[in-house]
């Protein structure tokens, strides 16, 4: 599923699920939302990060949540691991916020420098 609704941030979730019951309807749209809510905190708090894809994989005992947003240029991923597939979708999301904090920090540095006149000092106050 892609959208690119209320964050403004394109954003693309892949659930694959390994039964066809009933509740899986449900339950799929319960971890959208978990993972849209996710993103959503994130991106609130730290402008700059540009698309997201949230891919959810079911293995024999767990389920694998992986993370992916882009900085500028820079990819940043982390992966979950749960028995649990909103947990799974959890433990990414908290993996992937210091990374990107960092990404975003270290995004905004180049382009301010590229702001300076040329000849300036970067330590300059």
């Not at 403004?8 to 009933?22: H, K, M, Y």
């Not at 978990?34 to 994130?42: F, G, K």
């Not at 820079?74 to 649990?84: F, K, L, M, P, Y």
Request: net charge positive.
């Amino acid at each position: 599923m892609r959208d690119n609704g209320v964050s403004g941030v394109d954003t693309n979730i892949d659930l694959t699920f390994s039964t066809s019951a009933a509740n899986v309807t449900r339950e799929r749209t319960n971890l959208i939302v978990l993972a849209r809510y996710c993103v959503l905190r994130i991106v609130r708090d730290l402008p700059g990060v540009d698309g997201w894809t949230v891919a959810l994989k079911p293995h024999a005992d767990r389920v694998t949540a992986e993370v992916r947003a882009r900085v500028g240029s820079q990819i940043v991923e982390a992966r979950g691991s749960d028995v649990h597939p909103a947990a799974a979708i959890w433990n990414a999301m908290c993996r992937i916020e210091q990374p990107l904090r960092e990404a975003a920090c270290a995004q905004r540095y180049v382009t301010a420098s590229t702001l300076l006149p040329s000849g300036s000092s970067k330590n300059a106050a």
